[in-house]
């Protein structure tokens, strides 16, 4: 990570876990642990029906709180959808989009750079995730194809707005398996996000933007994830649903800082 240049965030995604009186509880929890003095950014993206306990617990504190997903449309006839508007009124800083588990269920390109646009028209963080499956990391085409996911989700996304934005690298063979990327991995496509986000806007944009990297990032394996010069910090499945492993988490973050 770079501070310098760039925020470093810890961002905990939920996925289907934690009613909300779990939430509460957990809340208060995470409250009690947090480290003083040096933070980094820290982001909790939780289950809708979670968000207000969320938001209610953390309002003194300086965590903020995301959804998991979104609609691109402002309103309307979308049975069971939450709309942008939706999110930043019930308190929400962050949405989660593109992850390779929505992508599973038949989100596409056009659709992730739709929830961005209409994420960031909304004043919505977009955490948006890009990765590649083993076999694209076999077949040696995981430049390209992550090359694509970020040209695609990008499209239309002005340069004022493009600092907005998060870009979190979950190749899908990490998420949820215990199998984290080695540093060198993730450092290796970090950067070259970096590169595209170079090409595709500026130098100074490209220095500016936040690069997470997700992939069963744990209390363990933080530190040296974070130690990489263009990892700036963690989207976290498992260990963020555990206070004690993502305040570690958060410390390792900080601890490079030092
Ligand atoms: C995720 O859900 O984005 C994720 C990275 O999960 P895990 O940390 O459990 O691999």
Not at 76 to 88: D, F, H, Q, R
Not at 210 to 215: D, E, N, P, R, V
Request: with cysteine; aromatic share 6%; proline share 4%.
């Amino acid at each position: 990570m770079n501070r310098k240049y760039r925020k470093t965030i810890i961002a905990g995604n939920w996925k289907m876990n934690k009613t909300p009186s779990e939430t509460k509880e957990f809340m208060t929890a995470l409250k009690g642990m947090l480290p003083r003095g040096r933070w980094c950014d820290i982001a909790l993206c939780v289950p809708a029906v979670c968000i207000p306990a969320a938001v209610r617990a953390m309002r003194e504190t300086r965590v903020g709180i995301g959804a998991e997903n979104c609609n691109a449309n402002p309103s309307g006839a979308y049975t069971g959808e939450i709309a942008t508007n939706m999110l930043v009124d019930a308190g929400c800083k962050y949405v989660i989009i593109g992850h390779s588990e929505r992508r599973a269920m038949g989100e596409t390109n056009e659709d992730v750079n739709a929830k961005v646009l209409a994420a960031l028209e909304a004043g919505l963080i977009p955490i948006m995730c890009c990765g590649e499956t083993l076999e694209q990391r076999e077949t040696g085409i995981t430049s390209e194809w992550i090359a694509m996911q970020i040209k695609a989700g990008l499209k239309g996304v002005p340069e004022e707005k493009i600092r907005k934005i998060v870009i979190a690298y979950e190749p899908i063979w990490a998420i949820g398996t215990g199998r984290t990327a080695t540093p060198e991995q993730a450092q290796e496509v970090c950067e070259e996000i970096r590169t595209v986000v170079r090409k595709l806007y500026s130098s100074k944009v490209a220095r500016a933007v936040s690069i997470l990297y997700g992939g069963s990032m744990n209390d363990k394996n933080a530190y040296e994830l974070l130690a990489q010069p263009d990892i700036d910090g963690g989207l976290i499945g498992g260990a963020s649903l555990v206070p004690e492993k993502f305040v570690k988490i958060i410390e390792s973050a900080n601890q490079n800082a030092e």
